[in-house]
């Protein structure tokens, strides 16, 4: 009895670990803002990263230490004298990133995206960029 006890505990934590997601949402209003976010979820990983200032930096890092299923990244970055925003992605199933960046109206515009994204099973990566 003891053994069937513990072995249902054992596939309860392995089923409760595959439930496991990583949700981070993060802003910052500022004259220098910097963000960097790392998630290495089983399911799903999901980051929303809003920054209003003059100098905006944003790295977000998804699945590079274990994969996820299924990864999700939005920087959006307002405002700024330098905007600068990488994103990496590593998943099972699929990638999605979305980088929207907007500069100081007064000047001309300084900004720099980067996105890497790898699908395992090859489901498929989709990347919007919106420079202005």
Avoid: C, E, Y
């Amino acid at each position: 009895m003891r053994k069937l006890f513990f072995a249902s505990v054992a596939v309860f934590a392995l089923s409760s670990a595959a439930q496991a997601a990583n949700t981070a949402n993060t802003v910052q209003i500022g004259g220098a803002n910097s963000s960097s976010v790392t998630q290495n979820g089983v399911t799903n990983d999901t980051s929303n990263t809003t920054q209003l200032g003059f100098f905006n930096s944003a790295t977000t890092s998804q699945g590079l230490a274990t994969p996820s299923l299924n990864n999700a990244s939005t920087v959006t970055q307002v405002g700024g004298i330098v905007n600068t925003a990488t994103t990496m992605q590593n998943a099972f199933g699929g990638n999605s990133s979305s980088i929207s960046q907007s500069s100081f109206p007064l000047l001309p515009p300084s900004n720099s995206a980067t996105v890497g994204q790898n699908s395992i099973l090859l489901f498929g990566n989709t990347s919007v960029i919106n420079q202005h």
